[in-house]
């Protein structure tokens, strides 16, 4: 895959259209971006000087590659529709497309099973990075599918990120994905569990997390997140509402498997409390507001 190759993103949130802009800083055609948020679609492709596409089909038809950055299982259902007019699938022969929503294995599974039948190649590469690596091209990604697909995508997965890994075939990258979502939200919550308590307890917070940080309590996400929950700055990077989903994924995951997951069950709770109180949109960071003492009831 060369940068002469006509790309189009299905998906330009906070992730795609830092994808896209990186990508196009790189020297790649960047043919049409689409979004649920037409808006927000049309002033990427000003910015980007591409098509604002009205359905994923023109994309498709306009581009020979398209990346996806979708929300969840049903947002890739519709968008590799078999039925709609407007799927991905209406112009998928000879077309590459690299998913990198963070949704079930069965739907990735899908998406390559309905993408082959049309003659296209499919590709799953997961993000396990945020919105500041994604525009500086240094996304850390795990991909799953056929071989030949990840062979096809190298030129642009090394434009987008520091560090890939192929793990298997479809379906394999999401298992991995859901397993390092289900870890950081567990070790996230427990930060703010940690944090809480020592605030109770009439604890410098800024001293607490400098000795977490050198101790067996030590974690990316005390890193990220340590002064956000101290400070009650939740800008959202990733959402509460995408931890949920993903520790439900995993713990779907788990209960396929046979296993009791109960620290996965607890966090997943918690963030579905978020949730529910219509805080999803907080970063993920915002969990430390159901812990610290007169913060939330």
Known sequence: MTGSSRIGFVGVGRMGAN???RLKDKGFVITAVQDRNAAGAESLAQELSCEAAPSPARVAELSDVVLTVVTDDAAMDEIFSEESPSSLLCHAEGRL???FATVSPEAHMNAEARVEAKGGTNLEALMASSITQAREGTLYLICGGKTSAFE???SILQALSSKFIYVGPAGEAAKVKALVNMVMNCNTA??????????ALGLDLTMLQEVFGQTGAASRV????GEDMQKRDHECYFSAAHAAKDSGIALNMAQSAGLNLPLAQATFDQYLRLVEAGKGELDKSGVAELTFKGRMK
């Open 19 to 21: 994808m896209a802009r």
């Open 97 to 99: 497309f690299i998913n």
């Open 152 to 154: 096809q995508a190298g």
């Open 190 to 199: 427990a930060l703010a569990e940690g944090l809480g308590l020592g605030d």
């Open 222 to 225: 005390l890193e990220t997140d």
